[in-house]
């Protein structure tokens, strides 16, 4: 079995429709897909609807949270997307989003970049906007070759010159509003050092004893020494490891399938969930 247990659609800050994405999958010879965009599951129906025979789908979301100081994202699967404490939180972070991208609007502009709302607006799409959907304004604009080149210190990197803080999900709540809702909890890409500061071991320790499932340690962003680290790490903690692509259509360079989770921890994710099961494809619309 391939199974990939991160992707995004445009309900966030991918370019592909949800229905796309599972059609997409299925093309790339997946078995098994996950959907986890940013703080929504605004893109389930038509995933659903949509999934081809001999594919599998799991839903879930990425979670925008923050720990001493450092941002971090926390993959939630196969949970109630109804269940009324996470759906607040869920709604809280999402809210926050556009007034946090107009404030990095306003520091592009003040950096004599003119790039506009209605522009980042336009590449959201009526999506979950985050700094993707900005990084992609800067690369029409010519500012940078690439979105990966937008998440530096002199644009969009946390700290960096035209950063804007948002309301972020204590990562010991999110772990806490999940499991109520019958879901579980992977730490994504922890490694990812090129984004900016990462989580130290101890801080994961203190995740794991709170109840993580586990972490992403096969992803684009993590070298060899990393993965090795890392799967060292979750053994000694107990912890599920996944591989994922963290597709993003186009508006990446990964693609569905890079990487992929072992079959038995597919299987112990499933076990473990209460909140929601695995949709298997009919055909789709």
């Not at 098994?32 to 659903?48: F, K, M, Q």
């Not at 772990?175 to 990462?198: D, E, M, N, Y």
Request: proline share 5%; charged share 25%.
């Amino acid at each position: 079995m391939r199974i990939d247990l991160h992707a995004h659609s445009t309900a966030s800050d991918g370019t592909d429709t949800p229905a796309d994405l599972v059609r997409n999958a299925a093309a790339a010879g997946l078995d098994v897909v996950a959907l986890t965009d940013h703080d929504t599951t605004r893109g389930y129906a038509e995933a659903i609807a949509a999934v081809p025979e001999g594919l599998t789908l799991v839903t879930g979301a990425e979670l925008s949270c923050r720990i001493d100081g450092v941002s971090m994202h926390m993959l939630a699967y196969l949970f109630d997307p109804e269940e009324p404490a996470l759906l607040a939180e869920r709604e809280l972070v999402r809210d926050d989003r556009v007034p946090r991208a107009k404030g990095m609007v306003a520091k592009l502009n003040g950096l004599g970049v003119p790039v506009t709302w209605e522009q980042v607006e336009r590449i959201a799409g009526g999506g979950s906007v985050g700094r993707p959907h900005v990084a992609t304004a800067l690369v029409e604009l010519g500012v940078v070759p690439t979105v990966s080149d937008a998440f530096t210190d002199d644009w969009l990197a946390d700290g960096g010159r035209a950063f804007v803080e948002k309301h972020e999900t204590d990562p010991f709540e999110a772990i806490r509003l999940v499991k109520a809702a019958g879901g579980v909890t992977v730490f994504a890409h922890p490694g990812a050092s090129k984004r900016g500061r990462t989580v130290p071991e101890s801080g994961i320790a203190e995740l794991a004893a709170a109840g993580l499932d586990g972490i992403e340690v096969d992803h684009m962003d993590h070298d060899e020494e990393t993965r090795a680290r890392l799967r060292g790490l979750a053994k000694e903690l107990g912890l599920l490891t996944t591989g994922s692509s963290d597709y993003h259509g186009s508006r990446k360079t990964c693609v569905l399938g890079e990487y992929v989770t072992d079959p038995e921890v597919y299987g112990e994710i499933t076990r473990r969930a209460t909140g929601a099961f695995p949709v298997p494809g009919t055909g789709g619309a």
